[in-house]
């Protein structure tokens, strides 16, 4: 490396090719001497998702956000901006579109569905073993997961917190036999490799259903995950299964740095008599958690829409659902039951826990 800030053989090239040079600081519009090149951010990695070539040379131009501190290439297909656009921009205070709470990826679309599901098949399931799990990670627990959906036979089965982003390829043939859905956490721009929530459904070939699209999160509700599917019944009936996940909300400065809004609403939340809703709420009361005296806050809210909309709790509150692996002096902390299976009280008799 040279006092150009160039390595030896690019400038060997740019001697050959003749190219025009500038150094950094005219490319970057400063002065040598200026409190922006002695403390400006140092050149890392480019954190477009469609960048193919992450690496930010000394000497570049960049973008950096005053935001989450990510750096970008100027090119339009990692800034999402013409050289016009970036001309414009003032530097010292710009933020990325993922800081601007642009989301990368599909957002949820409105309801598509109907109260009734005829389908010209005359093979209507009569009886479905199904499967509720928080994995914490998909692509770590495949083959534990594999194993038990062939022991048990299992025929459809909830998965929350698969923490995959739109990279993982080929997760579908790792469950021949099943179809998959699935619904990764939709992420900022910019973030799209960061884990975290995400919803799997997969359904044993053969069984008929549908994806139902319908998004049950309030106004200020910006951590609810749900994912739903319908399967016909005779007589143009119906079934309709959601998938849900509520992670939990901590007061850490990451967490409040994210601005997600997390005032949890049921008013739109399905309630019908052909719902259920199994997954993970994070909530906690007495009517399916034994290990708690008192409802928690999320858990009153839980509570009421169960109590108000006629659905019923399938938990057993004698029976956790959830063991705690910490411990303190060898002794385990406290066993809790965050995960719940909600069916319509008219199907209950349908279901054993």
């Not at 003749?18 to 600081?25: L, S, V, Y």
């Not at 002096?329 to 349908?350: E, F, G, L, W």
């Amino acid at each position: 490396m040279s006092h150009t800030g160039e390595t030896r053989a690019r400038m060997e090239k740019i001697r050959k090719l003749k190219r025009p040079w500038t150094c950094g600081f005219c490319r970057l519009g400063i002065e040598p001497d200026s409190p922006q090149s002695a403390n400006g951010p140092a050149p890392g990695q480019c954190m477009a998702a469609k960048c193919r070539n992450r690496k930010i040379r000394r000497g570049d131009d960049f973008l950096s956000c005053t935001g989450c501190l990510g750096q970008l290439h100027k090119q339009r297909k990692c800034s999402n901006m013409t050289t016009g656009e970036i001309s414009n921009i003032d530097r010292a205070s710009w933020k990325c579109e993922g800081c601007l709470g642009v989301m990368a990826g599909e957002q949820p679309s409105e309801e598509t569905t109907t109260p009734t599901f005829k389908v010209k098949s005359s093979n209507y399931i009569s009886r479905l073993t199904i499967l509720q799990w928080n994995c914490d990670h998909l692509l770590a627990k495949v083959e534990e997961l594999r194993s038990y959906l062939e022991r048990r036979d299992i025929d459809i089965f909830f998965i929350q917190e698969t923490k995959l982003i739109s990279n993982d390829k080929g997760v579908e043939a790792k469950f021949p036999g099943y179809t998959i859905k699935r619904r990764d956490r939709l992420q900022p721009k910019g973030k799209e490799g960061n884990r975290g929530g995400g919803l799997l459904i997969g359904i044993k070939k053969g069984i008929p259903f549908r994806v139902a699209n319908i998004d049950l999160r309030g106004r200020e509700d910006g951590i609810t995950e749900s994912l739903s599917i319908e399967v016909p019944l005779r007589n143009g009936q119906k079934i309709r299964f959601t998938n849900l996940y509520i992670p939990p909300i901590r007061n850490t400065e990451s967490e409040n740095n994210r601005q997600r809004g997390s005032v949890i609403t049921t008013t739109r939340w399905p309630c019908q008599p052909y719902d259920c809703v199994f997954g993970d709420f994070n909530a906690h009361a007495p009517v399916w958690d034994k290990s708690y005296e008192e409802a928690d806050h999320r858990g009153e809210i839980i509570d009421d829409w169960i109590r108000g909309t006629g659905m019923i709790s399938l938990n057993d509150p004698e029976f956790p659902t959830r063991t705690d692996r910490s411990s303190d002096n060898n002794r385990r902390i406290k066993d809790t039951s965050p995960d719940i299976s909600v069916v319509h009280s008219s199907m209950a008799d349908r279901f054993t826990f």
